[in-house]
Each structure stands twice: as structure tokens, then as C-alpha cells.
């Protein structure tokens, strides 16, 4: 059990790695300097904020290699419930974050463009800010492919958390409201992209509240003691014996 509550808590900072990286990421680098739909302001601001952009993209390699080691720790934990699940949970895991590499590449492409190297003199700066903007919108919908792989991992993983005796049932049905909340943002978006503010805003909350409920677990409690069988009453034996 000492194992298995080291194993947790390991998981459970890694999530809160994964978690502050996404955010600085996603939030402090992507939504402060990307504009929709203005090339030349996107430009100009990766341009003047490059040290920035760079910090981000290290934030996103950091989320990669902490959820691949993230993926094989809950495996460990969990493949005494359904070994055929866990396996399918961890390979969908996993899938998603070698989506996610891949498509780095596309946060990538941008500054290469813009970094005034000698070979891109045959653009003219309009040409090399569309094509940032391009390679940026086209990082967006990576992330929307790797959340679809994303939404089928945490599904598994809230089946195997609510069978789990290591873990309270709730923290099982909280993380499958966030998985169907992944799967609607990406799926829904690929459907229906011009209710794209909408099915961001209602993935939010259950994806939220599902991460951290689950996270909070894993760092404080670890894994939950299992009930250990009540001890015979010594009088009870004294008796027993009499008795034979």
C-alpha cells in the first residue's frame, strides 16, 4: 500500500506540473499573443515577445514528457481492475501526447518564419505573417485531434478509477463529466466551428473540476486504505476453546 500511495502521489505532481505548464502555455503565451484572424499583430507580437514564445514552447514539451510518465504510472495503479482497459487507457494516453509533439512543430514553424534568417528574403513580410498564422490555426486543430484521444483515455480512466478500491467512486463519475466534456469541445468544434466560444465554455467547467478533484486525491491522500477485516474478540476465542 506504501507503493501504491508513493506511485499516487508521484501522479499527482506531475499533474500539477502538467497543469501550471498548460496554463503559463496556453494562457500567458498562445491567448496573449495570438489574435484571431490578424496576421500582421500576431506576427509582431511573437516578433517582439520571441523570449516569451520560446518559454512556451519548452512549457508544452514539459506537459509531453510529464504525461507520457503520468500514462504508465496510473497503469501501474490501475491495471489490477481491468488489465485490458488500463492497457487501452495508457496506448490512447499516449497517443495524444505523441499527437501533441508532432504537432508542436506547428508552434514551432512560426518563429522560424519570422526569424529574419536570409533564406526568407524571397517573402515579402505579408506572405511570412499569413503563413504564421497559418501554422498557428493549424497548431489549433492538432490540439482539437489530440483532445479527441484525450476524451477517450479519461473516459477509461474514470471507469477504472470508480471500480478502483484506491479511489473514492465520485472522483471517477467527476472525471467522466470532464471526459465528455473533452470529447464535445473537440468534436463538436470539428462539427459545428462556428459554436466553437460556445463548446470551449462548456467544456470548462467539468473538465476542471474533474483534473483538479482528481489531482487534489492523488497529492493529499494518495490512494485510499482499504478496510482491514475486524479482529475476533478475545473472549469470543476464550470461549470457542472452552467450548471444544
Do not use: C
Not at 506531475?14 to 503565451?29: C, E, K, M, Q, T
Not at 496506448?91 to 501526447?97: A, G, Y
Not at 487534489?216 to 494518495?222: E, F, S, V
Amino acid at each position: 500500500m506504501n507503493s501504491a500511495k508513493k506511485t499516487a502521489r508521484v501522479t499527482g505532481i506531475l499533474y500539477l506540473i502538467i497543469f501550471f505548464a498548460n496554463v503559463f502555455a496556453y494562457f500567458f503565451v498562445s491567448q496573449s499573443l495570438i489574435v484571431a484572424g490578424d496576421a500582421a499583430t500576431t506576427a509582431n507580437n511573437i516578433m517582439t515577445s520571441e523570449p516569451l514564445y520560446r518559454a512556451g514552447l519548452v512549457s508544452y514539451l514539459i506537459v509531453f514528457l510529464s504525461d507520457i510518465a503520468v500514462a504508465i504510472l496510473l497503469y501501474k495503479l490501475l491495471n489490477p481492475v481491468n488489465k485490458t482497459l488500463a492497457m487501452i487507457f495508457m496506448v490512447t494516453r499516449l497517443m495524444q501526447t505523441a499527437v501533441h509533439g508532432v504537432n508542436l512543430l506547428n508552434f514551432r514553424f512560426p518563429s522560424l518564419l519570422l526569424s529574419g534568417g536570409t533564406y526568407l528574403t524571397v517573402f515579402v513580410p505579408a506572405q511570412l505573417h499569413a503563413a504564421t498564422l497559418l501554422f498557428l490555426n493549424a497548431h489549433h486543430y492538432g490540439v482539437l485531434i489530440s483532445e479527441a484521444f484525450f476524451a477517450v483515455s479519461t473516459l477509461l480512466l474514470a471507469y477504472l478509477v470508480y471500480k478502483s478500491e484506491l479511489f473514492p467512486g465520485i472522483l471517477g463519475i467527476l472525471l467522466a463529466f470532464a471526459a465528455f466534456g473533452y470529447f464535445l469541445d473537440s468534436v463538436g468544434i470539428f462539427l459545428l466551428p462556428q459554436h466553437e466560444a460556445l463548446f470551449a465554455e462548456i467544456m470548462q467547467a467539468p473538465a476542471i473540476i474533474g483534473e483538479i478533484s482528481f489531482t487534489l486525491y492523488l497529492l493529499i491522500k494518495g490512494v485510499r486504505t482499504p478496510k482491514q477485516d475486524q479482529p475476533i474478540p478475545l473472549q469470543t476465542t476464550q470461549a470457542k476453546r472452552t467450548a471444544a
